[in-house]
């Protein structure tokens, strides 16, 4: 796909979006979510790799609304070229060091890319362009090693890793450009969210994946390949992707979707930032009502039921035996007879337990639903059949 150097970008026309992290699952469903509910124009970062990675975004090849621009979110010097000329209404940010699991071992790069660049880019619109809105992509790991069930707004800050740490440092600094500048900067806790878009290396593409490789195994009589995993008791709370980039756009438009807002108050939302008004009353306006939302399903499972659940929607019935590292999910009764070593559809290996885990996450939406009337379309059954269906595709198959 054409890729511009930012200083060749032409502000469009009208409302202009910058995404990042286009290549990557949260920002390909945004620029989609974008096309088709907005009229607004949009410019996706990504940054340069030595083999391309578009797959998310091949389709977005001849779009006129669509522009992609080499963007990497650890260069300063980039994200002010970008604030600068594309002069955007909104800048969304999904480009991090997401993957928990590596933010052990590159726990500086984690930090450069999910917490300073946030520094850079919260001064970057604030010195250029200050009313652009911003949206950082907060997360449930966030609140860690968790003190109550389910996880609200108010519950504190407890990260388990360099990642939860790093998002953690962002919220504080959006929280600190909001009420010092009265920036429109926003930060949700997203819960996980999935989606036949998702890395591989994440545990619910691993296992869609590995079941639909397994399946095809057992159709075409070759030999099975166990999905390796580590700890199956952790339970997360699971959504679509695609509802997800609903919920950052409510949160981006807060006078739009909450009704109340203006009412409540008794006075009338700042349009913009400008100098000839009172600058304080805007400070003191967004500080008081733009809010961070919690954004999840309210319903949470271990890695074990999405495994059975997966299995079960290609009919492959399946059993656990053995205990702790030994334990395994066994597959008894086939099309073809199978030999012993090959009936391991699942093992446990320990390299994927991680230093610190978060055992439980499971998400209080309420306050996005009543406030901003967010309403997830797709059920945890749904989303995982979504995705093997997906998977299935690349060995040709379908159940
Ligand atoms: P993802 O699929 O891993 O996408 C991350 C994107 O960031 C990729 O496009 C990646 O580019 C890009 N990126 C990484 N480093 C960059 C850099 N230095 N400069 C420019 N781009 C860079 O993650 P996701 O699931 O879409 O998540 C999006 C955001 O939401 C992330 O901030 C993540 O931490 C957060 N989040 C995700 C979830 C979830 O369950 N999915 C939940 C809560 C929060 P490459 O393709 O080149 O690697
Ligand atoms: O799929 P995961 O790697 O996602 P994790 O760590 O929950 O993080 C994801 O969700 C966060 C929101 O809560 C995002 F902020 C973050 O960017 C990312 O999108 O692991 C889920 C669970 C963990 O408890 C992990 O220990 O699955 C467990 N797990 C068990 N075996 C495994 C594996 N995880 C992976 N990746 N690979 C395994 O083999």
Partial sequence: MKINNIQDIKRPEGIVVFVTGVTGQDGSHMV??????????????????????????????????????????????????IVECAKPDYFINFAAQSFVASSWDFARQTWECNSTAILDCLEAIKRLQPNCRFYNAGSSEEFGNVTYQPQDENHPAKPRSPYGASKVAARQLIKVYRESYGLYAVQGWLF?????????????????????????????????IPIELGNIDA??????????????????????YNKKLNKEENDEWPESYNEDKNQ??????????????????????????????????????????????????????GPKPLSSDQCKLVTINPKFYRPAEVEILLADPSKIKNELGWNPKTSFEELIDKMITSDLTSYNSVV
């Fill in 32 to 81: 989609d979510y974008l096309l088709r509910e907005t009229n607004t124009s949009i410019i996706g970062g990504a940054r340069r790799l030595s083999v391309d990675n578009h797959n998310n975004i091949s389709h977005l090849e001849n779009e006129p609304r669509f522009q992609l621009v080499n963007f990497d979110l650890t260069d300063s010097h980039s994200i002010y070229k």
């Fill in 192 to 224: 996980n969210h999935e989606g036949p878009r998702r890395g591989t290396e994440f545990v619910t593409r691993k296992i869609t994946k590995g079941v639909a490789g397994i399946f095809d195994a057992i159709v075409n009589n070759k030999k099975i």
């Fill in 235 to 256: 339970k997360r709370d699971w959504s679509d992707a695609e509802d997800m980039v609903d919920a950052v756009w409510r949160m981006l438009n807060q006078e739009k």
């Fill in 280 to 333: 304080k009353q805007m400070i003191e306006w967004r500080a008081k009502r733009i809010k961070d939302y919690v954004v999840g399903s309210g319903e949470t499972h271990t890695i074990r039921e999405f495994i059975e659940i997966a299995f079960d929607l290609v009919n492959i019935s399946g059993e656990w035996d053995g205990k702790g590292i030994d334990e395994f999910f066994w597959y008894e009764l």
